[in-house]
């Protein structure tokens, strides 16, 4: 599926796309783009290109570069950093870019089982020769809410319009309600009680993230599956990257037996311990805070998260919900 931007929009990601392009020496000509919740991921073989604008996009991409190349020392199954492009990230304007080594892929929809080795080997390091920030999910979430009540005046009446049209309710109601949530999630999770010990996480594990490599393909060092958007890296409780694949099955349709089958090869069933209730719910903010300061030309993403927040502000667990594009 494409996705759906205004024409504003999708000017400013491909003049940005080109500019970057044209300081790492690629041909921009049919660039796809694959994805674009936070950052926009083009296909531009031989690289994948990911772009970034946020006041934090600088800082978090020079941290993912390092954190990349590390995981690669010491042999992970995730991305790799583009070859030969020396110096990363790149900068056209207020943009952020990084570019991947693009990995051809089998075609196959990854299964939560995918996620299996490759979440076991990423938790087997206690630590990275960098230094990662401790996971602290409330806190990004409110900085997005900042964000979306700091945006300039044409996307905020934006923001005000669709809040109106598909909530009932002003802008200013929304982020307050959702800022509570936040309250509410950050003193559960003081009295959460982990089971696992803490260590490097990928901080948004889900199927989205994982790539299924073509067989034979000599670009890349590993045939099995490998974790992409390293973006959330970082020390934290290893049950958190758990939950996306038990959330998969409780909110996006994802089937039983699926869900079961990750939980056969990696151990853990988190939905049997009594954090879990906890991390849906944190989970669930992340879902609906990630997009919130970021709608402006983006319909279909605008359209589900309305949707989402429906359900979220009605207590209703049992609707599914459909991944961004």
């Excluded at 024409?7 to 400013?12: K, S, W």
């Excluded at 900068?91 to 089998?106: C, E, L, R």
């Excluded at 599956?225 to 349709?253: K, M, N, Q, S, Y």
């Excluded at 979220?312 to 919900?321: G, R, V």
Aim: charged share 20%.
């Amino acid at each position: 599926m494409t996705t759906a931007l205004s024409d504003t929009v999708a000017a400013e990601l491909h003049g940005r796309l080109s500019d970057v392009c044209a300081q790492i020496g690629v041909d921009p000509h049919g660039a796809r783009l694959v994805k674009y919740t936070m950052n926009a991921v083009f296909v531009t073989p031989p690289f994948v290109i990911r772009l970034a604008a946020s006041p934090h996009a600088a800082t978090l991409a020079r941290r993912v570069v390092s954190v990349a190349a590390c995981l690669e020392q010491v042999g992970m199954p995730t991305v790799r950093l583009a070859s030969g492009v020396t110096a990363q990230p790149i900068f056209s304007g207020d943009w952020v870019a990084t570019a991947w080594q693009y990995v051809p892929t089998t075609g196959d929809e990854p299964k939560p089982v995918d996620l299996a080795a490759p979440l076991r080997a990423l938790h087997s390091l206690d630590g990275l020769d960098v230094a990662l920030p401790r996971w602290s999910p409330i806190e990004k979430f409110r900085r997005r809410l900042n964000a979306a009540a700091a945006l300039p005046n044409e996307e905020a009446a934006e923001l005000e319009r669709w809040s109106w049209s598909e909530l009932g309710i002003p802008a200013a109601d929304l982020l307050r309600n959702l800022h509570r949530r936040c309250d509410e999630a950050e003193e559960d999770l003081d009295r959460v009680p982990w089971r696992l010990p803490p260590g490097v996480i990928h901080g948004d594990a889900h199927t989205g993230n994982i790539l299924l490599p073509a067989p034979n393909d000599g670009a890349i060092a590993y045939s099995e599956p490998l974790l992409c958007d390293l973006d959330g890296i970082c020390i934290g409780p290893r049950e958190w990257d758990l939950v996306p694949t038990a959330h998969g099955a409780t909110r996006f349709g994802r089937s039983a037996a699926e869900y079961r089958g990750f939980v056969a090869a990696y151990g853990v069933d988190i939905t049997a311990w009594a954090g879990w209730s906890v991390l849906r719910s944190v989970r669930e903010l992340q879902l609906v805070t990630s997009t919130i300061d970021a709608l402006a030309g983006r319909p279909d993403v605008a359209r589900e998260l309305a949707h989402r927040l429906r359900s979220l502000f009605s207590d209703d667990l049992a609707t599914t919900w459909r991944r961004y594009r």
